[in-house]
């Protein structure tokens, strides 16, 4: 098994930056793809940015450019750095760890808004 726990979010004003890190336990060694996800009210959950064990990345079109996401394997845990945030990147925001069977393991969700 797989436990998530996520931590970093907040309220921010439009334009400003927040950190959400994601600490990974359990069968860690079964992780390959590391990510974040969102969701925002009426929305369905989307991808925001994912991360390989080799550190080959990948961000959602509307992210690109103002997100990043990073890995640190030692430590078991993946951070999304946003900056210029805007009202629209309101949503719970949830990690995800997929193992080399693309077998899905979730966090319980960090609640990320921004202030107009």
């Known amino acids: 098994q797989v436990q998530l726990v996520e931590s970093g979010g907040g309220l921010v004003q439009a334009g400003g930056s927040l950190r959400v890190s994601c600490q990974v336990s359990?069968?860690?060694?079964?992780?390959?793809?590391m990510g974040w996800y969102r969701q925002a009210p009426g929305k369905q959950r989307e991808l925001v940015a994912d991360?390989?064990?080799?550190?080959?990345?990948n961000y959602a079109d509307s992210v690109k450019g103002r997100f990043t996401i990073s890995r640190d394997n030692a430590k078991n845990t993946v951070y999304l750095q946003m900056n210029t945030l805007k009202p629209e990147d309101t949503a719970v925001y949830y990690c995800?760890?997929?193992?080399?069977?693309?077998?899905?393991?979730w966090g319980q969700g960090t609640q990320v808004t921004v202030s107009s």
């Open positions: 995800n760890a997929k193992t080399i069977r693309d077998r899905s393991f």
């Open positions: 359990g069968a860690v060694f079964l992780i390959n793809v």
């Open positions: 991360i390989t064990r080799g550190g080959s990345s």
